[in-house]
């Protein structure tokens, strides 16, 4: 079996180490736009190149003899890049352009959820022009959030309350979108403000099954205790079993009918079935679970809370992901598990670049813990920070408690200036989290 894998941030470091430990020993390929030491070291063989030059990969993926390709980020969906390497017969996990419009169009995503009678989505208002959207924002005012309807590096949504102070600060940020065409579509979509605690649920999906995963918390804030600005994500927790402490049954099952529910609209709307990971991004409130947004591929970080404990053969869920032969139940080892990211002093808003980190991989491995490299540079032995997340650790335990305690035992061998935020995954914080939905939902 030869896999190949495109991307090269940590995400794909964890897809790269999961297809690794197949029994079956498959053989893996890379395709990065920058060299990953801990994807180079696994791979058969690496390519470095442009990850949306759908053409180049497609030849990489055909040169290496591939006979199935994962895509890890979302850039080279939105770019057509499974597009291409199906065309030239190498069937993708990761979604064609016109079904990943689930995460690089958020009106299509709300549209198919109205027209399809899907549950889920909050009140919302899609706007070309600026004007039209000011009554929406005038009810909706003290909660509303206004976003780029396309892709913008994460960094493009502004909730009232918290980014954006009253109705008119809301208005001139609808405007600013719009007339300096913030994000690749030309539309903004305003929303009702949801209110609770957020979780991630990761799915794998077949075109019709949907398998879903552990869900996970992220921290977007880059400082402990929730505040300073948005990032890619800080770090991100996981209970045993499917559910995250403060969740019920009832939120799991009911936010995987709403997946369920939208692979089949997304194979009616487009003519194309969704094949490859659905990363649901939801808010359990006072009843049932909202979808914030998609996204078509896996999180990062949470990518390394499910993969690090997944149980089944990844590379035969890849294959049964291609083949349409998906069986719900993908295992999980009974784990809690915490990642961190350590990321550059002054990241994200003014990160300082090329700083030498040093990383002991043989005393995170000694403590249990395992590590991820994101965005870092390779010198000889040398290892250098970029502007983004540098590396990740995971720890892993039989409670979340043990596994905040492993990562940031962890975090003690990576050295160099960097930060991580010591708050995830403590036993404050999930309490914190637990007493929120308990205000939110006394009953439940
Ligand atoms: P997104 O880029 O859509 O993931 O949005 C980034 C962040 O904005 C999310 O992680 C949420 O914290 C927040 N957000 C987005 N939409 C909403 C909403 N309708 N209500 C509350 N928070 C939201
Ligand atoms: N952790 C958020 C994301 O991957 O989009």
């Known amino acids: 079996m030869k896999v190949l894998v495109v991307g090269n941030g940590a995400r794909e470091h964890a897809i790269v180490s999961a297809l690794a430990e197949s029994p079956t020993g498959p053989h893996v390929y890379a395709y990065m736009g920058t060299k990953n030491p801990g994807i180079a070291r696994l791979a058969k063989e690496h390519h470095i190149g442009n990850i949306l030059n759908a053409k180049d990969v497609a030849d990489y993926a055909v040169k290496c003899k591939a006979n199935l390709a994962v895509i890890g980020p979302e850039a080279p969906l939105g770019a057509g890049v499974a597009d291409a390497l199906e065309t030239n017969g190498v069937l993708t996990v990761g979604p064609k352009k016109i079904a990943a419009q689930i995460e690089t169009d958020k009106t299509f995503t709300r549209r198919l959820l109205e027209k399809h009678r899907i549950d889920g989505n909050p009140r919302f208002g899609i706007y070309t022009k600026t004007e039209d959207a000011f009554d929406l924002i005038d009810e909706l005012t003290p909660n509303v959030v206004i976003k780029p309807a396309g892709l913008t590096g994460g960094k493009g949504v502004k909730v009232q309350g918290e980014h954006l102070k009253d109705a008119e600060e809301s208005k001139k940020y609808a405007k600013e ?44 804030r880059a400082f402990d205790a929730d505040v300073g600005p948005n990032t890619g994500g800080m770090g ?22 709403i997946m369920e529910e939208t692979v089949k609209a997304i194979w009616k709307e487009t003519g194309t079935p969704y094949r490859g990971f659905l990363y649901g991004q939801f808010m359990a409130g006072p009843k049932e679970p909202k979808l914030i947004e998609y996204n078509a591929r896996l999180g990062d970080p949470e990518a390394m809370n499910i993969l690090s404990i997944i149980d089944s053969d990844f590379t ?8 349409g032969t998906l069986k719900r139940n993908v295992a999980f080892k009974e784990k809690a598990t915490v990642v961190k990211y350590a990321v550059p002093a002054g990241y994200p808003d003014a990160p300082k670049n090329n700083v030498e980190i040093k990383v002991d991989e043989k005393k995170i491995k000694e403590l249990g813990a395992l590590v991820y490299y994101a965005s870092v540079r390779e010198e000889g032995r ?63």
């Open 177 to 220: 979108i719009l007339n300096t065409k913030i994000g690749t579509i030309p539309a903004v979509v305003v929303e009702e403000k949801l209110i609770g605690e957020e979780f991630t649920l990761q799915a794998f999906v077949d075109g019709h099954t949907v398998a879903g995963t552990p869900t996970v918390q992220d921290h977007k």
């Open 382 to 444: 040398r290892i250098y920070t970029s502007t983004s997340r540098a590396v990740a650790v995971t720890g892993i335990a039989n409670t979340i408690t043990e596994a905040e305690s492993i990562a940031e035992a962890a975090m003690t061998s990576i050295k160099g200036d960097i930060y991580h935020r010591k708050d995830i995954g403590t036993r404050n914080l999930v309490r914190s989290r637990v007493e929120h939905m308990k205000e939110i939902r006394p009953n439940a």
């Open 236 to 257: 991100s927790y996981s209970d045993c079993g499917n559910l995250l402490p403060f969740l019920t049954k009832k939120d799991y099952d009911k936010a995987i009918k």
């Open 316 to 323: 035969e869920v890849c294959e049964r992901i291609i083949g």
